[in-house]
C-alpha cells in the first residue's frame, strides 16, 4: 500500500511513527511504500490543547494513532469523551458523524476518525459563539 503526501512546505514539521521530522528548505513530496503512522504538524494536538469536548475526543484517537503501545489506555479514555458528548448532543447530523467515528476507531482506521472528527470542531464552534453571543457582557 502507498502513501502519498502531496507537498511537505519548506521548514514544516511531521510525525512519522513517533519520530518528529522537519522537510528542509525546499517543499517535497513524499511517497510512503508501507503503513506508517504519519501526522502534518497542523493535524497534532498537546494534551493541554484538549479543552473542548470535541477535541478531548481528537486527542485519544490522535493518542491511538501514533502510541499503539498504549491502546488500551487511549481506547478508554476515547469511549469516555464520546460517551459523554454523545449524551450532550441531540443534533441527528452530529451524532450520526460521532457513530461513524466510533465505527473507524473500532476498525483501526484512525486517520479517518481523526479527519471526521474535526467535523465536530466546527459544529462545536457554532454552539459555543451562540452561547457566548447568549450571555450578557458582565457575566463573567
Not at 485519544?60 to 469516555?80: A, C, G, K, N, Q
Not at 458523524?97 to 476507531?105: F, L, N, P, Y
Request: glycine share 2%.
Amino acid at each position: 500500500r502507498q502513501i502519498f503526501f502531496n507537498i511537505f512546505q519548506s521548514f514544516e514539521k511531521f510525525v512519522c511513527n513517533g519520530a518528529v521530522l522537519t522537510n528542509g528548505e525546499r517543499r517535497v513530496s513524499l511517497v510512503i511504500e508501507n503503513k506508517a503512522s504519519i501526522l502534518r504538524d497542523r493535524d497534532i494536538m498537546q494534551a493541554d490543547q484538549a479543552t473542548t469536548p470535541a477535541k478531548r475526543i481528537y486527542f485519544p484517537i490522535m493518542m491511538l494513532y501514533l502510541d499503539s503501545d498504549h491502546t488500551d489506555v487511549h481506547y478508554d479514555e476515547f469511549v469516555r469523551r464520546m460517551s459523554e458528548f454523545m449524551e450532550a448532543v441531540s443534533d441527528h447530523e452530529v451524532l450520526t458523524t460521532c457513530v461513524a467515528i466510533s465505527r473507524d476507531v473500532l476498525q483501526g482506521q484512525y486517520y479517518k476518525a481523526l479527519i471526521k472528527c474535526r467535523q465536530l470542531f466546527d459544529f462545536e464552534q457554532v454552539r459555543l459563539n451562540y452561547v457566548a453571543s447568549g450571555l450578557p457582557e458582565n457575566a463573567a
